[in-house]
């Protein structure tokens, strides 16, 4: 009895979505099977007293930091004036010429005969602009570990934390996987003190908000929420937090790592969030009310929410005229249906319904299939997953003998293939038309989760010929309408339907407005309804 009761409570439509909802909806929809997990929230280390003596200060650093056998700790002492300091940063992260030009220079030009203060020195004499005092060791420890510059004093029990970062870092390039020909050339780096500056570069608002935060675990990636106070909805901004303190990984190095854990559904082949690795593209979706998150260590920035046009736009689409972005946005949505349906159509035809078919492609199909020994259906499957081989296999090798591979898979296999008798030329060509349409898509992630989508098309047209096609294509537009990133639903704003000031296919004109999507439901937006309704009250 207990499984029927686990089924129904999974599929009844009778009980409200427990699910994070960022919009006003109605209840009685179904809970989706693998919702998001509400794991208990990640555990903070416990607060260390600083010890007011350099030798026990040194003795539980160096114990924490293995300096036995580590030799990248180092432990400066000297004396300023009539104080004994000490200096503790890490070899390699810190800027050592920023160390001793102004930190080291101004200390030991302190007269012998001045007796001065963890706070006189750093209000007169350290020229470091970046700075804090903490009574924590355990955040102590962490600074020094993310390339600050620790400051103790005898007899303080409280430490001077110094911004001396200086690590090496990969200076600003064009953008990899986001090319544009008109628009800002710029990509995120894998430093996020950069990632920050670049999208501040872009958005000169007094209410950008950057918090930084770590990510939990044992390596402790520090990452940046970026939002805009008094825009973004409170609720969103909750709930993004929510998520991210409740992350207990072992080790987190990535903004994909990231996102696994904090969407709606890990399950679902398609993303919840967005992964670019633009700061436009970042600036222009916070603009507009939406929360980004950057990891320290990687190149993308995730934004949240997102809807299935964000995963079919792209940067191009601004930066072009409205006639000219309507044909790219036409041919993209084509491509992705031909991508999609027409492997699966094609089956379907071939199996079921060949009335459909006029003799001339009939014969063709026929005579191209003369002498392959497997059936249509399982050459379309086998053939896709061919496509995945090549394609995955020019990913993963060198940029130039990717490109050879692309050329040899793609012609000398597909051509030695039908001359023995392995494939037809007519289901070769479906297959390379549904691989061009599929990269039309703009989002990588998504390219991937059209090829679950696609074989399934194929098998369920190849079961039940077009009334198996339609009822899988029923079935996933289903699937999208139950589909959520951070309470938005994935078809909105058409289901459910919403205020847009754009189409949804074509790109619509660019004019003068200054409301954002109904759907991200901003704190802005909603304080102007409140007056409205109070106005007519």
Not at 148 to 161: D, K, S, V, W
Not at 218 to 232: F, M, S
Request: aromatic content about 8%; charged content about 25%.
């Amino acid at each position: 009895m207990s499984f029927w009761k686990h089924i129904k409570d999974k599929v009844a439509f009778d009980q409200p979505d427990m699910r994070f909802e960022l919009l006003e909806r109605e209840s009685g929809e179904p809970r989706h099977l693998f919702g998001w997990e509400d794991v208990p929230a990640q555990q903070e280390e416990a607060y260390d007293p600083c010890p007011d003596t350099l030798a026990e200060v040194k003795d539980k650093l160096g114990k924490t930091f293995r300096t036995d056998i580590n030799k990248d700790v180092i432990f400066k002492r000297f004396t300023a004036g009539a104080e004994k300091i000490m200096l503790v940063y890490m070899n390699g992260m810190a800027d050592a010429d920023l160390i001793s030009d102004f930190i080291i220079k101004p200390l030991l030009k302190i007269d012998e005969t001045e007796d001065v203060g963890l706070n006189d020195l750093r209000e007169h004499y350290v020229e470091i602009s970046e700075d804090e005092t903490s009574d924590d060791l355990t955040k102590i420890k962490q600074a020094i570990m993310d390339g600050m510059t620790i400051l103790f004093m005898e007899g303080e029990n409280q430490a001077l934390i110094l911004e001396t970062r200086g690590y090496e870092k990969r200076s600003v390039s064009s953008a990899e996987n986001e090319k544009v020909v008109r628009g800002p050339k710029e990509g995120f780096v894998e430093s996020i003190r950069t990632n920050i500056t670049l999208v501040r570069r872009i958005i000169k608002s007094n209410d950008l908000v950057v918090e930084r935060r770590s990510s939990g675990g044992d390596n402790n990636t520090q990452i940046a929420i970026l939002y805009r106070d008094g825009v973004t909805n409170r609720s969103l901004i909750e709930e993004v937090k929510r998520r991210l303190a409740k992350i207990n990984i072992r080790s987190m190095f990535s903004t994909g790592v990231l996102e696994q854990l904090i969407e709606d559904c890990p399950s679902s082949p398609l993303p919840q969030t967005l992964a670019t690795e633009r700061p436009d593209r970042t600036a222009n979706y916070i603009m507009r009310g939406s929360v980004a998150l950057i990891a320290d260590g990687s190149p993308f920035a995730i934004i949240v929410p997102i809807t299935l046009a964000s995963l079919m736009s792209s940067p191009e689409d601004v930066y072009l005229r409205k006639p000219l972005g309507d044909v790219i946005r036409i041919v993209r949505y084509i491509g992705v249906l031909l991508s999609l349906l027409l492997p699966g159509y094609f089956i379907a035809l071939a199996l079921y319904h060949q009335g459909l078919l006029s003799n001339e492609v009939l014969n063709t199909v026929i005579q191209s299939r003369q002498m392959v020994f497997l059936p249509i259906a399982a050459e379309m499957v086998m053939l896709l997953l061919v496509f995945q081989l090549i394609r995955e296999a020019g990913m993963r090798v060198p940029g130039s003998i990717g490109q050879a591979i692309g050329i040899i898979g793609g012609l000398i296999l597909g051509q030695a293939a039908v001359a023995a008798n392995l494939a037809s030329s007519v289901i070769l060509i479906v297959v390379a038309i549904s691989g061009l349409g599929n990269f039309c898509i703009p989002d990588h992630s998504s390219q991937i989760a059209a090829s679950y989508f696609r074989i399934a098309f194929v098998i369920a047209a190849w079961l039940a010929g077009l009334l198996g096609l339609t009822c899988a294509f029923v079935i996933f537009i289903a699937y999208l309408a139950n589909l959520k990133s951070f309470g938005v639903p994935f078809l909105a704003p058409y289901a459910p339907k919403t205020y847009n000031k754009r189409p949804f296919i074509l790109r619509g004109r660019i004019g003068m407005h200054h409301r954002a999507e109904d759907y991200m439901n901003t704190h802005s937006d909603t304080l102007k309804k409140k007056k409205d309704y109070s106005a007519k009250a």
